[in-house]
């Protein structure tokens, strides 16, 4: 190995090229700061400032007294979905009910598309207004209507907007899979914000700003993996809260709203400068649809359209004519209806199922998943469930620094006959 560079420029792109040729390896260190300065002739800070702009890209990471040294790639983390292949009863794939998705082809029968080349606009004009009566009441005023590929998408370009590797992310602890992944590989850093039956906790919440948050990420209903809703009271109390860190981007990811039976309750400060309010089609359309509304202050707006441009990345027209028709069917809205119940009444049929075996679980949730929290180990007790052919998830997946233990339980697929067999085994495999 051998580092060059007179400047902190050179000797940053040095250590980068050095890692990216794989002369420098995950784990290795970089010469203490003195030394190095030394070997090459220059002062210690302008090797500090090139360590500094390595940390902060992601590329290497200093612990003080334990040196800085190259950091590993982002291993791939636990994926939604089902599991192929798989011989037990899948509880763990976090998907809707394929019952309550409306058959999309079924739509274009009869209908003719019309093509629309680059520099259309980039929103069909329908749509927008869809999205904007559906999201108006719970925006502050002026805000502005964009489509992105999918919630997480829409998240990873909110982040990119305004965020720069090594900045820090409030999320909820536990998190969702997608959000854990989209953090981690992007260089950013997490930070844990616990939850319980209210939402999103205001003491965290405080203690992650104080540490220099730069964004907050939550989930004001159906919150996955506990199925938690924020109360009125609670969202206020977040809201004060965020009123007082104007410069923190809120994203408030609001992915189950079309089917969700709890209410929304608002964290966005009316005078926020940098906000999105992020709902998505796939929940209630079908998880392949890949389209979420995006509603922002103008500014955010305007980053986000740079990026989703109409001669670059905008959101497929055809899937737009999709969503419009299905959005504008009765078929569509008893789909959605039916959908509601099923998913409320799977839940409460499980809740009370538990209680009878003496388990608590998190109860009056909302969306497709239900949360039993443990104080012993999660894993043995999935893997025990495993044996007696349950495929559930537990928390360790879902956890950010602070390990969560708990078992998700994906409500789709498990039947009504099926729920009393579900919590006897779970209450043999806790014993």
Same mark, same amino acid.
């Given at each position: 190995?051998?580092?060059?560079?007179?400047?902190?420029?050179?000797?940053?792109?040095?250590?980068?090229?050095?890692?990216?040729?794989?002369?420098?390896?995950?784990?290795?260190?970089?010469?203490?700061?003195?030394?190095?300065?030394?070997?090459?002739?220059?002062?210690?800070?302008?090797?500090?400032?090139?360590?500094?702009?390595?940390?902060?890209?992601?590329?290497?990471?200093?612990?003080?007294?334990?040196?800085?040294?190259?950091?590993?790639?982002?291993?791939?983390?636990?994926?939604?979905?089902?599991?192929?292949?798989?011989?037990?009863?899948?509880?763990?794939?976090?998907?809707?009910?394929?019952?309550?998705?409306?058959?999309?082809?079924?739509?274009?029968?009869?209908?003719?598309?019309?093509?629309?080349?680059?520099?259309?606009?980039?929103?069909?004009?329908?749509?927008?207004?869809?999205?904007?009566?559906?999201?108006?009441?719970?925006?502050?005023?002026?805000?502005?209507?964009?489509?992105?590929?999918?919630?997480?998408?829409?998240?990873?370009?909110?982040?990119?907007?305004?965020?720069?590797?090594?900045?820090?992310?409030?999320?909820?602890?536990?998190?969702?899979?997608?959000?854990?992944?989209?953090?981690?590989?992007?260089?950013?850093?997490?930070?844990?914000?616990?939850?319980?039956?209210?939402?999103?906790?205001?003491?965290?919440?405080?203690?992650?700003?104080?540490?220099?948050?730069?964004?907050?990420?939550?989930?004001?209903?159906?919150?996955?993996?506990?199925?938690?809703?924020?109360?009125?009271?609670?969202?206020?109390?977040?809201?004060?809260?965020?009123?007082?860190?104007?410069?923190?981007?809120?994203?408030?990811?609001?992915?189950?709203?079309?089917?969700?039976?709890?209410?929304?309750?608002?964290?966005?400060?009316?005078?926020?400068?940098?906000?999105?309010?992020?709902?998505?089609?796939?929940?209630?359309? !079908?998880?392949?649809?890949?389209?979420? +509304?995006?509603?922002? /202050? @103008? %500014?955010?707006?305007?980053?986000?359209?740079? $990026?989703? =441009?109409?001669?670059?990345?905008?959101?497929?027209?055809?899937?737009?004519?999709?969503?419009?028709?299905?959005?504008?069917?009765?078929?569509?809205?008893?789909?959605?209806?039916?959908?509601?119940?099923?998913?409320?009444?799977?839940?409460?049929?499980?809740?009370?199922?538990?209680?009878?075996?003496?388990?608590?679980?998190?109860?009056?949730?909302?969306?497709?998943?239900?949360?039993?929290?443990?104080?012993?180990?999660?894993?043995?007790?999935?893997?025990?469930?495993?044996?007696?052919?349950?495929?559930?998830?537990?928390?360790?997946?879902?956890?950010?620094?602070?390990?969560?233990? !708990?078992?998700?339980?994906?409500?789709? +697929?498990?039947?009504? /006959? @099926? %729920?009393?067999?579900?919590?006897?085994?779970? $209450?043999? =495999?806790?014993?």
């Amino acid at each position: 190995m051998k580092i060059h560079g007179k400047t902190a420029t050179e000797i940053f792109e040095c250590v980068r090229t050095l890692v990216q040729t794989q002369r420098l390896h995950p784990g290795q260190l970089l010469p203490p700061v003195r030394e190095l300065a030394e070997q090459l002739g220059v002062n210690r800070n302008t090797v500090a400032a090139a360590y500094r702009r390595l940390s902060t890209a992601g590329i290497a990471s200093t612990q003080r007294r334990l040196g800085t040294s190259i950091r590993s790639l982002p291993a791939p983390g636990e994926q939604e979905g089902s599991q192929p292949g798989t011989t037990l009863l899948d509880l763990a794939h976090g998907n809707p009910d394929p019952r309550w998705l409306p058959d999309l082809a079924a739509l274009w029968r009869g209908r003719s598309y019309q093509p629309r080349l680059y520099g259309a606009d980039t929103v069909n004009p329908a749509l927008a207004n869809y999205i904007t009566q559906w999201c108006g009441p719970d925006c502050p005023a002026g805000f502005e209507v964009d489509l992105a590929h999918g919630a997480v998408d829409a998240i990873e370009r909110l982040l990119f907007a305004y965020l720069r590797p090594g900045d820090k992310v409030a999320v909820e602890n536990p998190c969702f899979l997608a959000s854990i992944n989209l953090i981690r590989t992007s260089g950013l850093e997490s930070v844990g914000v616990s939850v319980d039956a209210e939402g999103m906790r205001v003491d965290e919440l405080r203690s992650a700003l104080a540490k220099g948050v730069r964004a907050v990420i939550l989930t004001p209903r159906a919150h996955n993996p506990t199925g938690c809703a924020l109360s009125a009271a609670r969202a206020l109390a977040l809201r004060r809260l965020l009123e007082k860190h104007p410069h923190v981007l809120v994203i408030v990811d609001d992915h189950f709203s079309l089917v969700s039976t709890a209410r929304y309750h608002s964290v966005i400060p009316a005078a926020a400068p940098r906000w999105a309010l992020v709902r998505s089609f796939s929940k209630a359309l !079908g998880p392949d649809l890949r389209v979420a +509304a995006v509603a922002s /202050d @103008a %500014a955010t707006s305007q980053l986000l359209r740079t $990026r989703l =441009s109409p001669g670059g990345s905008w959101v497929s027209h055809f899937l737009q004519d999709s969503i419009e028709s299905a959005l504008g069917r009765p078929d569509t809205a008893r789909l959605m209806q039916q959908a509601r119940a099923d998913y409320a009444a799977r839940r409460e049929r499980l809740e009370r199922a538990l209680h009878k075996q003496g388990i608590a679980c998190a109860t009056g949730g909302d969306g497709l998943n239900l949360w039993i929290a443990l104080s012993g180990d999660d894993q043995a007790a999935a893997l025990s469930m495993a044996r007696l052919g349950w495929l559930l998830r537990h928390g360790e997946a879902f956890s950010v620094q602070q390990r969560v233990h !708990g078992l998700r339980i994906t409500l789709t +697929a498990l039947e009504a /006959d @099926a %729920a009393g067999k579900l919590a006897a085994d779970l $209450r043999r =495999s806790l014993s």
